[in-house]
């Protein structure tokens, strides 16, 4: 993979922001970009990424007609963010959601306007269009591919039912399905093959080619009908994630497809001018249970705040309602004393959450199995369980007279019906029966939402917002679908549906 030294980096980075204000000094130095001597191989269509959006692309490329190579830095398809995902794929106009009374109700155009409305209408419309319109067909494709068992679930943040998700709740069913799709059109993905140079004739505005790999891997490859970038964001890795987004630097958990870190963006930029935008903007829950550096799972809080529990800061106050979606409660953290905040019930709310959850269930609480759960109550780091307040807080750090002020004041909401510092509305349980269970949070920065700019038929914008010819993304590379705030299952849905358009219209189709 193309190393970017913090100083190169940031010089690039530097650069990239110059485009906005000196943007045809930024196409002037993409101009040195030199095609090479020879190409070791020539093609119709090079694929960069073999996540859910590469896979998608490479497939209806294939299936166009294109000769098509893929290219991935990473050594499987199973280290990757679709991997990882929890199987939440939303979509407007699945043979799915069309049998279902209450899902034929939507729209794409309110799809679309769910995804802005969520997002603070920060979104770019073109990406958001894309994917509302075509989602139902791509997941219809994979279904026709033998998909694993799914069903439709109400999802917080959609006006309609169109959420998507695997009854395993894992994204290794899209993985899976697609590598079989890849095997049975022979296509094969040549790995620990990072892209290290987007070859751009300005004269023209084209990607003719790509370089991927370093050393003796080198290799040139020309691409005649085009790229797609589909090589994912840059919650990879505690560097990327805090370079780019400083409001969590050293913070949280970091997690991601582990070669997720931007390099090919940042080569993007170098070498073809496109700008970059959204960076700044991630998805980021909540959940984050610090461990082992920057990783650790992610606590399902919300089982407990609906079951009595309330959510407090580390001087023991309540900083928003507990109802408040995940995505719009991050941001508040970065305000709150080291940037965490802590679950609190009693025993009568943990015993009325384990009735409907169970400790090392699939969807966890967090999702660590019973043992270790207990295990972390016992080590008191990031889990406790105490007889008294005062112990509590003595072990937790959290201010104990705060805290006492707290319930207090919560207490009186029960009572009065009446949540006169958050208005939330469905307090029914006063907190006070120990023993008491608590657990620290952080931010768990799980996928980005900037990238380069695409059209509604997923080419990559160049600084002067014109197409580059020859020149695709899909996935989360790609800016501006979220907004300023992820709304669930629009992600993997975005992946494999923008992988979808990029890969017909890259060999010709009109799919926009
Ligand atoms: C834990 C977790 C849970 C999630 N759950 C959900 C969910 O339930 N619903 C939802 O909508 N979204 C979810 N997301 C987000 C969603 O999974 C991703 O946004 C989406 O799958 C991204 O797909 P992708 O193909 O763009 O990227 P990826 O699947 O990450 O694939 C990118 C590929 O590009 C390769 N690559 C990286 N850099 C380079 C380079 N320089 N050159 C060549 N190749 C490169 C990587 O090795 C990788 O194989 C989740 C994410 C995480 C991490």
Redesign the pocket.
């Known amino acids: ?2 190393k970017f030294s913090r100083r190169s980096f940031l010089g690039t980075a530097a650069a990239a922001s110059a485009a906005a204000v000196s943007a045809p000094a930024m196409a002037a130095s993409t101009s040195a970009g030199n095609l090479p001597a020879k190409w070791d191989d020539t093609v119709d269509v090079v694929v ?9 692309a490479a497939c209806q490329a294939h299936d166009a007609g294109g000769k098509v190579a893929i ?7 199973f ?12 979509a407007w106009g699945s043979r799915m959601q069309n049998a279902d009374p209450e899902g034929k109700k939507d729209s794409w155009q309110q799809f679309a306007e769910d995804i802005m409305a969520y997002g603070n209408y920060m979104s770019l419309k073109e990406p958001v269009y894309c994917f509302a319109k075509h989602s139902g067909k791509a997941f219809d494709f994979l279904e026709d591919a033998g998909l694993a068992k799914h069903h439709l679930e109400p999802y917080a943040g959609h006006s309609q039912l169109r959420a998507h ?1 695997q009854d395993s ?1 894992k ?1 290794r069913d ?2 899976e399905v697609l590598v079989k799709q890849l095997d049975k059109r022979g296509l094969k993905i040549n790995h620990g ?4 140079k987007f070859y751009f004739d300005p004269a023209t505005n084209t990607v003719v080619g790509v370089q ?1 790999g370093e050393g003796d891997k080198a290799k040139n490859v020309k691409a005649n009908k085009g790229v797609i970038m ?4 840059i ?2 890795t505690p560097e990327s994630l805090d370079r780019w987004v400083p409001s969590v630097a050293g913070k949280g958990v970091a ?10 963006m940042m ?1 993007a930029v170098r070498d073809v001018g496109v700008p970059l935008s959204h960076m700044q903007y991630i ?1 980021s829950y909540p959940c984050g249970i610090v461990v082992n550096g920057r990783n650790g799972p ?1 606590c399902r809080w919300w089982f407990i705040t609906n079951n009595g529990g309330i959510l407090v800061n580390k001087n023991g106050q309540r900083f928003i309602t507990e109802k408040e979606g995940i995505c719009h409660v991050t941001p508040h953290l970065a305000f709150q004393p080291e940037g965490c905040h802590y679950v609190l019930t009693d025993q009568d709310g943990w015993d009325r959450t384990l009735q409907k959850i169970k400790l090392g269930a699939l969807i966890g609480l967090p999702s660590w199995p019973a043992e270790r759960v207990e295990a972390e109550f016992k080590a008191g780091k990031n889990l406790w369980k105490c007889d008294t307040i005062d112990e509590l807080c003595q072990k937790s750090g959290v201010n104990a007279d705060g805290l006492k002020k707290q319930l207090d004041v919560w207490n009186k909401a029960v009572e009065s019906k009446n949540d006169t510092q958050f208005g939330r509305t469905d307090q029914q349980w006063k907190l006070g029966r120990g023993p008491w269970y608590m657990i620290r949070m952080e931010p ?1 920065n ?3 939402c900037g990238g380069v700019r695409v059209n509604e038929d997923m080419q990559v914008l160049g600084w002067d917002m014109k197409p580059v010819n020859n020149f695709y993304a ?5 800016a501006g679908v979220h907004g300023a705030f ?1 709304c ?9 549906t ?2 979808w358009v990029a890969g017909q219209n890259v060999m010709g189709k009109k799919i926009g």
Not at 79 to 90: M, S
Not at 488 to 494: P, W
């Open positions: 993979m193309t960069l990424g073999c996540g859910g959006a590469g896979m998608m290219y991935d830095a990473g050594q499987s398809p280290h990757t963010a679709t991997n990882l995902c929890g199987g939440l794929f939303t998700r709740f994204g899209y993985i093959m990072g892209v290290t991927v589909a090589t994912g964001g919650t990879g997690i991601g497809g582990p070669k997720n870190d931007g390099t090919a080569v998805a992610y768990w799980n996928l980005s899909a996935g989360e590379t790609v992820y669930g299952g629009n992600a993997c849905g975005f992946a494999h923008s992988g």
